[in-house]
């Protein structure tokens, strides 16, 4: 379907109006485009027989006026995490260290466990999206977080979690006698 031409009739009227609330050429055409695809995202918001330039500032101004929102919501997220910095005091070169190495045993899981982990620990994925995430059941998920958060927990407590952050064998043999 060909482009309605009152809206193509309307651009100059919509850059000018952009340019006029932006107060940057770059920022006046994104603010157009913007505007364009919203109302034509909710083109069935407009009446038939309606003043479509009208409509199509609404729709530009309110976009405009989203965005500073949206800009002030940021801006205020991020004053209050710098607020918050301040207040926290550095850790000591230790911690730093102690960081480190927790890290290293994190990356010396073996791959499954690791996944797991990230996904559920750091992505704050429930279980049942990081099952599907990874293709496996919810069990299977399950018991490699128990064995990853053993390992580390090994790991954590000074015990020699070397064994547990290797990868064990798949099979192993019950019963019969052992070299």
């Known amino acids: 379907m060909p482009p309605n031409p009152d ?13 006029a609330l932006t107060r940057d050429s770059a920022a006046a055409e994104d603010l157009v485009q913007d505007a364009l695809v919203r109302a034509y995202e909710r083109r069935h918001t ?20 989203d965005g500073r929102r949206r800009a002030q919501a940021e801006t205020r997220k991020v004053e209050g995490a710098a607020g918050l910095a301040d207040e926290a005091s550095q850790p000591d070169q230790e911690w730093h260290v102690r960081l ?53 927990r090994a790991f954590e407590e000074g015990r020699d979690g070397a064994d547990t952050l290797r990868p064990r064998p798949q099979l192993r043999v019950v019963g019969g006698q052992h070299e």
């Open 7 to 19: 809206v193509i009739d309307l651009l100059p009227r919509l850059r000018r109006y952009a340019q």
């Open 46 to 65: 407009f009446r038939p027989g309606g003043n479509l330039r009208g409509w199509l500032m609404s729709v530009l101004h309110n976009v405009f006026v």
């Open 100 to 152: 480190r190495q927790v890290g290293e045993a994190f990356s010396n899981l073996p791959d499954e466990q690791r996944e797991a982990l990230y996904l559920v620990s750091i992505e704050g994925l429930s279980y049942q999206e990081a099952a599907q995430t990874l293709e496996i059941p919810v069990g299977t998920l399950m018991s490699r977080l128990g064995r990853g958060r053993a390992a580390l």
